[in-house]
T-cell receptor, first 112, second 115 residues
């Protein structure tokens, strides 16, 4: 069966510091991968998605970036965090773009 | 414009009551998918159901049931005999062919079930 991991689970970072969040999927090959952010107020916003290694599509312009160095690894990064980057970051995977997306446990990021 | 509307922000019921969570969507595509996810306090989004636009048959899974009506663009979710463990935020979502099947979420309905 497929499983999706995210780490760290929680993170507190100062403004201006770098960020690296990691997501890995097990039990499937060539998944579509997604990063979402859920800010206070519950709305879920798609940040990035990837259909393959090195292929990243950005949905929202911001100071975040994503990379997919391996088939089942998806990384969310920032060079300098802003206060507005605080939120709950969720990674998800699907077999194909139109298929059900399955979510990881999330990373709760607080920028102070 | 909001493509998925969950008009109920918060609902509070007493255990064993039935509760219906409303979801209204907007699309011009003929091919689309509708989803419900549950987000318990732990935060992880748990997939509940996926329904495609060509299948209006209602579905029942244990205490959960879904009513899909294209005529009213609604995909409502009913929990029968609610339990405390049902307390969570529930999200309805839409993915459309015209948007590359990106998941478009509603703002969620927070359900509190008290003993």
């Amino acid at each position: 069966s497929q499983t999706i991991h995210q780490w760290p689970a929680t993170l507190v970072q100062p403004v201006g510091s770098p960020l690296s969040l990691e997501c890995t999927v097990e039990g499937t090959s060539n998944p579509n991968l997604y990063w979402y952010r859920q800010a206070a107020g519950r709305g879920l916003q798609l940040l990035f998605y990837s259909v393959g290694i090195g292929q990243i599509s950005s949905e929202v312009p911001q100071n975040l970036s994503a990379s997919r160095p391996q088939d089942r690894q998806f990384i969310l990064s920032s060079k300098k965090l802003l206060l507005s980057d605080s939120g709950f970051y969720l990674c998800a995977w699907s077999v194909r773009r139109a298929d059900t997306q399955y979510f990881g446990p999330g990373t709760r990021l607080t920028v102070l | 414009a909001q493509k998925v509307t969950q008009a109920q922000t918060e609902i509070s019921v007493v255990e064993k009551e039935d509760v219906t969570l409303d979801c209204v969507y907007e699309t011009r595509d003929t091919t689309y998918y509708l989803f419900w996810y549950k987000q318990p306090p732990s935060g992880e989004l748990v997939f509940l159901i996926r329904r495609n636009s060509f299948d209006e048959q209602n579905e029942i899974s244990g205490r959960y049931s879904w009513n899909f009506q294209k005529s009213t663009s609604s995909f409502n979710f009913t929990i029968t005999a609610s339990q405390v463990v049902d307390s969570a935020v529930y999200f309805c979502a839409l993915s459309e062919a015209g948007s590359g099947y990106a998941l478009n979420f509603g703002k969620g309905t927070s359900l509190l079930v008290t003993p």
